[in-house]
């Protein structure tokens, strides 16, 4: 999915994953964003979208206005070196903020600003509490809850605690004079200067005051298909309360929601609704349709999304997946626990039903052919898949790579 795009411009829910930490910053006062890019695929595709925040702010009704700026053309050694380049050139003498492009939350602004300046701390570092340490750095903490280290990915029975860094940080403009210590320079030299594997162990072992804030509302990491989707079933179930509803919902009791404001496209969100009313649709759990898509006679969709201009035949079942946008589901497809990115073509037949499953992710523009059961598979942007073709955990690259794979099980 991020082939072509940053990570942060990756769509969930009908919008950049970026922009859930946005509008819910911005709604409790933020109106100075960092854009920390690094590379040509980043910039452009925060750039292009986002330019300096006024579509943004209009979007959201976000007054006064935000303010969009970027990392100047300087490559950074880490997430560290990256706020270091952007305070300097920026010339940032207010406490910083700082979040992950692919994490979504859920945190008081002001309490956690509270917290901070009450202990004096040069950095406090969101905790969110976990089930699986193994997958997380996991703090190790005083009863004051200043952060002795943090142990990375520790089993669950050794570790010191069930609370990992979420990865959002708020930093004292005091961290300038901790970019001019000597150590600090020669991390920077020798090319390695990231918050969690460098400058945080760096600060707690000299004794700086490093605090953790124990944050009591939603977090995701959308990093993996597994995440992102698990996110987005929590999103649509009204799991992150610091964001506003979503635009069309169209029953009170349910989330369920169709969009589409244009007359165009309210044509479309009514023909939905009709059918839903009717039974020749079934929309069940929490669902999100955008602007100017289609649903066919005797489909089902389950704690699922589609985003705009989605086109889906007739008895496709869909359960906890996301079809973005310019998608084409054929008759009688079977999508469950699976990503479809944009302008993918999934064809399928009641004589050749196509199904996609567990954690199965197709890439932009890529096209399935009739009959095709992708179980556990990864199909890279502008692939196609012969009609017919079983695939079982595979990551298929390339046009190559594919004639290998069909080939092998011939």
């Not at 004096?120 to 703090?139: D, F, H, K, S, W």
Request: proline share 4%.
């Amino acid at each position: 999915m991020t082939v072509s795009i940053s990570k942060a411009c990756v769509r969930l829910l009908n919008r950049p994953i970026i922009e859930f930490s946005m509008e819910s910053l911005s709604r409790q006062g933020v109106r100075n964003f960092i854009f920390g890019v690094k590379g040509y695929l980043n910039y452009k595709s925060l750039f292009d979208y986002f330019r300096e925040g006024i579509g943004f702010s209009a979007t959201y009704g976000i007054q006064p206005r935000v303010h969009i700026k970027y990392q100047p053309n300087i490559d950074d050694v880490g997430s560290a070196d990256s706020v270091r380049i952007n305070l300097e050139y920026y010339d940032v003498r207010d406490p910083i903020f700082g979040v992950q492009g692919d994490n979504i939350f859920d945190i008081d602004l002001a309490s956690l600003l509270e917290f901070h300046e009450e202990k004096n701390a040069l950095m406090t570092i969101g905790l969110t509490p976990v089930e699986r340490t193994e997958e997380y750095g996991v703090a190790d903490i005083e009863t004051d809850f200043r952060v002795k280290r943090f142990v990375e990915k520790p089993p669950t029975e050794k570790a010191p605690s069930k609370l990992a860094n979420s990865g959002l940080y708020l930093i004292s403009p005091k961290i300038r004079e901790i970019y001019q210590k000597s150590e600090v320079k020669d991390m920077i030299k020798k090319g390695h200067c990231d918050f969690g594997m460098d400058l945080i162990p760096y600060l707690v072992k000299e004794g700086f005051p490093v605090y953790g804030y124990s944050m009591k509302g939603a977090w995701f990491d959308v990093g993996t298909p597994e995440r992102y989707l698990e996110a987005m079933v929590n999103i649509l179930h009204g799991q992150l309360r610091t964001i506003s509803e979503f635009q069309g919902k169209v029953d009170s009791t349910r989330n369920i929601y169709v969009q589409g404001m244009s007359k165009e496209s309210v044509i479309r969100r009514q023909e939905i609704i009709e059918r839903m009313k009717n039974k020749s649709v079934t929309l069940e759990g929490a669902v999100l349709i955008g602007r100017h898509s289609s649903v066919g006679t005797g489909s089902t969709m389950l704690d699922s999304n589609a985003d705009n201009f989605v086109i889906l035949g007739e008895r496709v079942y869909m359960e906890r997946s996301a079809v973005l946008d310019r998608v084409y589901v054929g008759d009688d497809a079977f999508i469950q626990d699976s990503i479809i990115s944009r302008h993918a073509y999934i064809n399928s037949s009641k004589r050749a039903p196509t199904r996609i499953t567990a954690h199965s992710v197709i890439g932009e523009n890529a096209r399935v052919g009739e009959g095709c059961h992708l179980i556990s598979t990864k199909i890279w942007p502008g692939l196609e898949i012969p009609p017919g073709s079983e695939l079982i955990n595979q990551e298929i690259e390339d046009d190559k790579q594919l004639e290998q794979v069909l080939k092998s099980k011939k």
